[in-house]
């Protein structure tokens, strides 16, 4: 059983950054694939990036590729999503999930409670 928990969320201007952190605890016995997903009440929920155990392999959504930037330290046990250029449609509830599986892939096991991203000015 894994937790996760988000932060580094927070109010920023638009074309502005920031890096939000998901925090794995718990029982970690496996290889675990990190997400990020994001959620706007009343719309569905986006898979904003992944990325694989090794780190090695990394997927963006095309609304956030070539502002986010996924990374992970595994001696941390903690991801990170830096991101950049920041748009007022990024605005959201950002959450981590961990997939019990090396790769990125369709499902995830465990969640985190979310981080609130907002953009305005």
């Known amino acids: 059983q894994l937790q996760l928990v988000e932060s580094g969320g927070g109010l920023v201007q638009p074309g502005g950054s920031l890096t939000l952190s998901c925090a794995v605890s718990?029982?970690?016995?496996?290889?675990?694939?990190i997400g990020w997903f994001r959620q706007v009440p009343g719309k569905q929920r986006e898979e904003v990036s992944c990325?694989?155990?090794?780190?090695?392999?990394?997927n963006y959504a095309d609304s956030v590729k070539g502002r986010f930037t996924i990374s992970r330290d595994n001696a941390r046990n903690t991801t990170y999503l830096q991101m950049n250029s920041l748009k007022p449609e990024d605005t959201a509830i950002y959450y981590c999930?961990?997939?019990?599986?090396?790769?990125?892939?369709?499902?995830?096991?465990?969640w985190g409670q979310g981080t609130q991203v907002t953009v305005s000015s």
């Open positions: 999930a961990a997939r019990a599986h090396y790769a990125c892939g369709p499902t995830y096991d465990y």
């Open positions: 718990g029982f970690i016995e496996e290889y675990y694939a």
């Open positions: 990325i694989s155990y090794s780190g090695r392999s990394t």
